[in-house]
């Protein structure tokens, strides 16, 4: 079985400031591991994805995760806030290795951007 | 492509009606699931399936049945709906194996939101 656990349901930052959004997961087998942001009203868009090669992983809008087994972390960063990125931020997780690709994820992170 | 689409977009239902609602993808992806979205819960999967055919339970799966009868639709049915399944509904795609680096990729539709009253 695998979880994830999303610390902090609202993070507030400054435009400019650095974002930092938290996850750990668990997981009995090694996992995957994912970001995804959902805009007001809209469906999910996958923001980066870890599947077992380079441990830090840069995805769209400058938003970058470094896997960490060692601490079962996988934290979304971005150095700069911008304004467009006020949005909900999902991880989610599975096993590695093929099967039906289902995800279990986060309660989820809302980040708004302070001008 | 038009990717994900859903419909409808929005229903108001009294206790007790059924509905259906269709997920169509037009990437001829293996994979289709539904999920719903409640406030501070996240995204709880019902029901997916892996091929044309084929379903299978997911964490939610109660007071829904869903059906694929052809690869690029997956329906989500409510029976006899109840308010407690006032929630917004998420179907979603993945390609599988022959998707390449985006094999396990996810791709949202943009929800359809459920009021039972």
């Known amino acids: 079985a695998q979880s994830v656990t999303q610390l902090g349901s609202h993070v507030s930052v400054s435009e400019g400031a650095l974002v930092l959004l938290r996850c750990n997961y668990s997981?009995?087998?090694?996992?995957?591991l994912f970001w995804y942001v959902q805009y007001p009203n809209q469906g999910l868009q996958l923001l980066l994805k870890y599947t077992s090669a380079a441990t830090l992983v840069k995805g769209i809008n400058g938003f970058e995760a470094e896997f960490k087994k060692s601490e079962t972390s996988f934290h979304l960063t971005k150095p700069s806030a911008h304004m467009s990125d006020a949005a909900e931020y999902f991880c989610?997780?599975?096993?590695?290795?093929?099967?039906?690709?289902?995800?279990?994820f986060g309660k989820g992170t809302k980040l708004s951007v302070i001008p | 492509n038009a990717g994900v689409t859903q419909t409808p977009k929005f229903r108001v239902l009294k206790t007790g009606q059924s509905m259906t609602l269709l997920c169509a993808q037009d990437?001829?992806?293996?994979?289709m699931y539904w999920y719903r979205q409640d406030p501070g819960m996240g995204l709880r999967l019902i029901h997916y399936?892996?091929?044309?055919?084929?379903?299978a339970k997911g964490e939610v799966p109660d007071g829904y049945n869903v059906s694929r009868l052809k690869k690029q639709n997956f329906l989500l049915g409510l029976e006899s709906a109840a308010p407690s399944q006032t929630s917004v509904y998420f179907c979603?795609?993945?390609?599988?194996?022959?998707?390449?680096?985006?094999?396990?990729?996810?791709?949202f539709g943009p929800g359809t939101r459920l009021l039972v009253l």
């Open positions: 399936s892996v091929g044309e055919g084929t379903t």
């Open positions: 989610a997780v599975r096993p590695s290795g093929a099967g039906s690709y289902q995800l279990t």
């Open positions: 997981s009995s087998v090694p996992p995957y």
């Open positions: 979603a795609s993945t390609p599988g194996l022959a998707g390449g680096r985006s094999q396990e990729t996810q791709y």
């Open positions: 990437m001829n992806h293996e994979y």
